[in-house]
């Protein structure tokens, strides 16, 4: 449909009463939002449409149409065209989200550098982008650019406590010295005190090593990341040093997920599915007694038939049972990095298009961009978790011991609020 230029309100809402159309509300958005469009693109032209003025700038030329997606539906948006210049409700359409700018400019980046392939010209067709000028990547970038840095060094202590926060990294492409190498991304999420999750902090490494992560953490910290009372993440030797060595406050949870791998390398084929079920059993008790009950039967079962099994349960038992500290109501979120596969899923799925990046900083601004459109769904959302186990989650079980005689110790256990 074309936009109406003269809506008259009350012969539109008694028409459309009259039929009882169940898409009364829509249909009246619809041509309201036309009629506002088409009230914009005169005052742009000059002058009324179809009427004479000598102050006119252009004539109108029809229209082009794009759908809108609303909470009563998706509305047919006529955007007036004209003969001369352009046209575009910038107040109601976005050209862009900055995901996708970004990859655009990852894509421009790449064809400048001289890395272009018929896959990057498929990707640019697809975007529906027929070329890009310097300068037009240039502004691109460093709009995105600084939004970028700025969610990137934001700081993080009106937010806090961060009570429970998750660290993974993603092994990506980049050309560096006229040959391509493998970097890391290192991520890291948090559940903030209003119980929503957000992206931390993000750093493009050469390798996952102990310095870079603990570069990483100290970083964090400096930015305001106080009050972790839980850290989960892979075994990585260096990942694990830096949460010791940055949040020595904070427990560390090994995930079940990386865990069940490592403990399948040292456990034989035929024994694998039985030991991969009585593991699993552990985790489906209810309370945290009878977790460690079910370990404890897990380790009688491999004892005497699997000997490197059993050393590798036995050695791993506190750090993958560390969720047990913590209220049962929210084990599934913090026992393992799973909440944070749909992340790597989407990243994954933006930086598989680019393939190998041309540079360290179009990795950051692509990277940075997804992060930062996530951490803004996820403020909208719901919370992640309730704001009361949150707080039960604060609570620090402390027990004094009277030392002074071995036989008959006292002990006091009290209950206080962790800061």
Known sequence: MTAPHIVDPARLLTEALGEASPDLMRNLLQ??????????????????????????????NGYRHRDLDTRVGTVDVAIPKLRTGTYF??????????????????????YLAGVSTRRMDKLVKTLGI???????????????????????????????????????????????????INTVVMIATGVNADGRREVLGLRVATSETGPAWNSFFADLVARGLTGVRLVTSDAHRGLVEAIAANLPGAVWQRCRTHYAANLMSVTPKSMWPAVKAMLHSVYDQPDASSVHAQFDRLLDYVQDTLPDAYEHLDGARADILAFTSFPEGLWQQVWSNNPNERLNRELRRRTDSVGIFPNRDAIVRLVGAVLAEQTDEWAEGRRYLGLDILAKSRLTLVTDTDTTTRTEATTDTTLELSA
Not at 45 to 52: F, Q, T
């Open 130 to 180: 027929n070329s890009l000028s310097k300068s037009q990547v240039s502004r691109m970038a460093s709009e995105l650019d600084e939004h970028v840095n700025e969610f990137r060094h934001r700081p993080l202590g009106e937010a806090g406590p961060f009570t429970f926060v998750a660290a993974d990294a993603l092994t990506m492409k980049v050309r560096e010295g006229g040959r391509v």
């Open 89 to 110: 409700p910038d107040w109601l359409l976005e050209r862009r989200k900055r995901a996708e700018s970004a990859l655009i400019t990852v894509v421009a980046d790449c």
């Open 31 to 60: 041509t309201m939002i036309n009629a506002l469009l088409s009230a914009d693109a005169d005052a742009v032209a000059g002058a009324e449409w179809g009427k004479p003025s000598p102050e006119r700038l252009t004539q109108r």
